[in-house]
């Protein structure tokens, strides 16, 4: 690097990892992996190419939105055919990376507030936002910390984000605080079977390698029963439970009956 090369190294990324572990700590019980932070943090470049290592993510992305624009206009009586759908009401995107989820959320006519705890991702996010002309607020902070504030939201989001975290009960624990009154709370994550470690693991990383190898690790994924007790258990009731899968023939994501792999289950919180 050169005298003047601003880009974080890797000592910067660790650092700065492991500071986001330390101001949790101080603050209560942490949900926040130093080691998912600095992974995350390294790919911060690559959120916007859909030909680079999070290409996977912006095929993913229509599935996703699809979704959630379907589960929040049968919540709160909007049409799912407007253009802004979703106006009014105030989403927050947990681990919300380069942004990718945000923006398109953002153009549906919702209040987004997306946060992630590695800063050059907030940065980037932040970036392609401005460029972009749209007005999301990006925050470099946490669940815990937004659950602590006291903050809510009408739609909290955390997808592909449930199995990169140390505490699972903690993190749905904080997610759910984060739910206002009649409000949703949605996850995406990947169940822990045999089949999800064949194709999210040596598939995805190894063979085809959509994703950097070590992106997941297999014990970290969560099961559809372990999601729904620790949502009951913090006052949510499930509402809907799909899986995802890859449609090779027409090369995207599509929803599926069968949980065993890539799912996406949706709770709500009694008004």
């Not at 943090?41 to 599935?63: C, D, Q, T, Y």
């Not at 009649?182 to 994703?211: F, P």
Request: glycine letters at 8%; proline letters at 4%.
């Amino acid at each position: 690097m050169t005298a003047t090369d601003t880009r974080p190294t890797d000592t910067d990324l660790k650092t700065e990892a492991r500071q986001g572990g330390a101001t949790q700590g101080a603050a209560g019980s942490s949900t926040l992996d130093p080691i998912e932070v600095d992974k995350f943090s390294r790919l911060a470049s690559e959120w916007w190419n859909p030909s680079g290592k999070m290409g996977i993510l912006h095929k993913f992305n229509p599935v996703r939105l699809a979704h959630i624009r379907e589960q929040a206009c049968a919540t709160f009586g909007r049409s799912r055919e407007a253009v802004d759908a979703l106006s009014g009401l105030s989403v927050l995107d947990i681990g919300c990376g380069g942004g990718l989820l945000c923006e398109p959320l953002a153009r549906m006519g919702a209040e987004v507030t997306g946060i992630d705890p590695a800063r050059t991702n907030v940065e980037t996010a932040r970036l392609h936002a401005k460029t972009s002309g749209l007005s999301i607020d990006y925050r470099c902070t946490t669940a815990e910390e937004l659950a602590a504030a006291g903050e809510s939201f009408d739609v909290v989001l955390a997808m592909e984000v449930v199995e990169h975290v140390a505490d699972v009960p903690l993190f749905v624990g904080a997610c759910s605080r984060l739910v206002k009154p009649g409000g949703l709370l949605v996850m995406a994550t990947i169940n822990r079977t045999m089949k999800s470690y064949a194709l999210a693991i040596v598939g995805a990383e190894y063979i085809l390698r959509w994703l950097p190898r070590g992106t997941h690790e297999w014990d970290k994924f969560v099961t559809p029963e372990e999601l729904a007790v620790a949502m009951a258990d913090n006052g949510l009731t499930v509402v809907d439970r799909k899986g995802v899968r890859y449609d090779v023939l027409r090369d995207r994501w599509v929803e599926t009956p069968d949980l065993q792999v890539n799912y996406m289950v949706t709770a709500h919180r009694a008004g």
